[in-house]
């Protein structure tokens, strides 16, 4: 059974390659590359140099041109390098012809992705989506790990490398069966794991809080946020995507109101589509959040462009037109007029450093707002013998004032709306009673 292998053990060196195809694209094809170091960094391979390259006529079997790749290759083993890395989606026709012209190790951007998520994945779900998104990835891959049997058979002639071409197709084509055997297996366990966690969502709404998803690009401090506000302690590394499963905290705010709080995994340019296909488990959480905190690190250049990322992700859940609040973290790393800039792109957002404090009071007071648009102040006459709606009480809403008055209970509190219809016969004043509609039209 083909496994893609463990790229950190085996490879001590890289040459990194960017190809474009239009003058306009250089740009973007270089904060590309420069990119793809971080993540094959976060792999813990060393590089040894990052080309970018025009190609002006794509080649189908290569990419780039044939005279091109031969220099490429050779200037890789120029440089000791055992592994060439793609920021381009190569095929897997064009990935074996780099790899027989040059007998070294080639790899695309996809492939890095996948490592990362191998690498970082913690929970069975995590490890169930990356594993089904590696066996959709490495099908069609197959004939490419058995390109040895095609060499094997020496001097035997036509008739004995005709046997070993057979022996490999039909290893090739037991691969696949496995393999196809294998996806079907992982899609129903992922299936199961998504019915499992529709369950809990239900057994949490019985007792319905608002939710709220963090959201944003890999790498912009979504997970400090988290652990900031609630005090959790998940996973927050200064590494391209540090979190890969969903972590869900209950929170209280400092006016009282509470919320869910779900961590995501982060989203990255040219993120692979068979991965978002694969983790709409786990992204399903912001798909389903009340409201979404889009956190961006402000001092990143291209700030804009990681927004547009993030945005075509949500648009492809079905999750871009939610309430939004945008965070604007790592504020203490630019100067006043830059935060200025980037804060004017976007409707008040909230401008904060995470790793000094700033701006948190004010962003937690802007979640707060938030929530009181969901909720409303009530002052209510409660018997004493309400013991459900008073545990409902303590359990949703806030308390301002408690007083007793005989055998009741006279409350002042901010419940979330969808209660209102429970507390609403208890008003202190009772709500008016209302004119029956017949009244209404007689003028009576």
Not at 55 to 61: E, L, Q, T
Not at 227 to 246: H, Q, R, W
Not at 289 to 314: N, P, W
Not at 411 to 419: A, T
Request: include cysteine; charged fraction near 30%; aromatic fraction near 6%.
């Amino acid at each position: 059974m083909f496994e893609i292998r463990d790229r950190p053990k085996i490879v001590e060196k890289a040459l990194l390659i960017g190809a474009y195809f239009e003058p306009r694209e250089k740009e973007e094809a270089a904060s590309l590359l420069e990119e793809l170091a971080e993540l094959v960094t976060t792999l813990g391979i060393p590089i040894a140099e990052s080309v970018l390259v025009y190609v002006r006529d794509s080649n189908r079997k290569y990419l780039t041109g044939s005279g091109k790749a031969a220099e490429l290759i050779a200037h890789a083993k120029e440089l000791g390098c055992d592994v060439i890395i793609f920021d381009n989606g190569l095929a897997p026709m064009q990935q074996r012809a780099w790899e027989t012209d040059g007998s070294i190790t080639v790899i695309d951007r996809e492939e890095v992705i996948l490592d990362i998520f191998a690498m970082r994945a913690q929970t069975s779900e995590a490890k169930l989506q990356v594993e089904l998104a590696r066996q959709k990835y490495a099908l069609p891959r197959l004939a490419r790990m058995w390109g040895h049997l095609d060499r094997q058979g020496g001097g035997g002639g036509a008739g004995s490398g005709g046997a070993a071409r057979g022996e490999g197709e039909t290893q090739i084509e037991t691969d696949r069966r496995l393999a196809r055997d294998r996806i079907t297996a992982l899609q129903r366990q992922i299936t199961a794991v998504k019915q499992q966690r529709t369950t809990q969502r239900k057994e949490r709404q019985r007792v319905p809080i608002p939710a709220a998803a963090i959201v944003g690009y890999t790498n912009a401090g979504k997970s400090t946020l988290l652990n900031l506000i609630t005090g959790a302690t998940v996973l927050a590394e200064d590494k391209l995507f540090a979190t890969l499963d969903p972590t869900t905290r209950k929170v209280q705010l400092p006016d009282g109101q509470q919320m869910l709080l779900t961590d995501t995994v982060g989203f990255i340019r040219n993120l692979p589509h068979r991965l978002i296909e694969s983790f709409k488990a786990t992204l399903e959480e912001a798909a389903l959040a009340d409201f979404l905190i889009h956190v961006l690190d402000a001092s990143q250049e291209r700030v804009f462009q990681f927004y547009e990322t993030t945005m075509g992700v949500l648009k492809e859940l079905e999750a871009a037109d939610k309430k939004m609040l945008v965070v604007l973290n790592k504020i203490d790393l630019i100067p006043e007029a830059r935060r200025k800039e980037v804060a004017a792109h976007f409707d008040k957002p909230a401008l904060v450093s995470l790793k000094t404090g700033e701006g948190m009071p004010a962003l937690l007071e802007r979640l707060s707002g938030m929530m009181r648009e969901r909720t409303r102040r009530m002052k209510l006459r409660l018997p004493q013998s309400e013991f459900a709606l008073m545990s409902l009480i303590h359990e949703q809403g806030k308390v301002i004032s408690q007083d007793y008055d005989g055998n009741d209970i006279l409350l002042d509190i901010i419940m979330p709306r969808r209660f209102e219809s429970q507390l609403e016969p208890h008003l202190d004043p009772p709500l008016p009673a209302r004119v029956p509609e017949a009244w209404e039209t007689s003028g009576r």
